[in-house]
């Protein structure tokens, strides 16, 4: 397992002035000086962990590319390490918990970072479950918002305390802290027949399969994240998106007088961060339920 390496040295911003979000009139240079005021609490939720990108070499409007394997071309401030993936073969990855990494991968025009649900030295130990909330097309924000609350406290019934996140595009994130005790198959496997088990308790208003055809209508529960390897947005990851939204966690009485998933923009991010949002502290040792106890 690596250790970690001194700070590096910031990198230099190369082309400050192309154009990253045309709609909002955003550069380079913005995106790089975001990323380097919000590093901090960037790292809070995505520091020491496997890191996953979207790149958008010519801005959100070009190709863009999602990376999972970040090789020396994205700099030394990255740590490195090589794990077996899920089909045996193995891998080199790239983990960050400092400032220069965040940079590193802004000046490499990344604009949304995906962390793994564990921490790179207790890999095969996650510690927090993550439900997407992805909503048809048809379902309004007030719906979603009933949702979220819904599942909220379904998870309370199990004595799981959960926590919102804005997106910044369509949905909402429901974030469980878990304690490190659970391999990836327990984690997968509770967060599969619990939104199966919503499912079946409101099979008008929620679905817990991937299928386009069964979510007219209905909220899509995204459990699939919770498996080894699998990625969700970080809090305060831009969004390659028009208009440059964040992902932003909110307090459940924020959440509640929000009008939009995507209410927060790079500017108005920049005006939040010294604000307190999750107090999480005292849920890091939840315990999954039992099974049984999901029938």
């Known amino acids: 397992m690596p250790t970690r390496k001194s700070v590096a040295t ?8 192309r154009v990253v979000y045309p709609d909002a009139g955003l550069t380079k240079r913005d995106v790089f000086k975001y990323y380097e005021a919000v590093a901090p609490r960037l790292l809070e939720d995505s520091g020491e962990r496997l890191m996953s990108v979207v ?7 070009g190709e863009r590319f999602f990376q999972k394997h970040l090789g020396p071309a994205f700099g030394k401030a990255l740590h490195r390490v090589e794990i077996a993936e899920n089909d045996g073969k193995r891998a080199q990855y790239a983990w960050l918990d400092d ?19 564990s921490r790179v030295k207790t890999l095969e130990k996650p510690d927090r479950l993550i439900f997407d909330l992805d909503p048809d097309p048809g379902i309004g924000w007030a719906k979603l918002k009933a949702a979220a609350h819904e599942l909220r406290d379904a998870l309370a019934e199990f004595e799981l305390q959960s926590f919102p ?11 469980v802290p878990i304690a490190r005790r659970y391999a990836w198959d327990e984690a997968r496997d509770f967060s599969d027949k619990f939104a199966h088990a919503m499912e079946a308790r409101a099979p008008a208003r929620y679905v817990a399969t991937m299928s386009k055809a ?12 919770n ?4 990625t969700a947005v970080a809090s ?34 920049l005006k939040r961060l010294d604000a307190p ?17 999901l029938h």
């Open 236 to 269: 305060w990851s831009l969004r390659a998106r028009k208009g440059a939204p964040v992902a932003m966690p909110v307090t459940w009485d924020e959440f509640a007088r929000v009008r939009a998933p995507d209410r927060f923009k790079l500017r108005d991010a």
């Open 165 to 175: 996140r804005l997106t910044g595009g369509k949905g909402v994130h429901l974030v």
């Open 10 to 17: 910031l990198p230099t911003l190369s082309s400050p002035d």
């Open 227 to 230: 498996g080894r390897g699998a």
């Open 277 to 293: 949002i999750w107090d999480d502290a005292g849920a890091r040792d939840q315990r999954l339920p039992k099974a049984a106890d």
């Open 99 to 117: 400032v220069a990494g965040v940079l590193a991968l802004a000046q490499m025009n990344v604009i949304e970072f995906h962390p793994w649900g």
């Open 55 to 61: 790149r958008c070499p010519n801005g959100i409007d």
């Open 214 to 225: 069964k979510r007219e209508g209905r909220v899509f529960i995204d459990w699939l994240r």
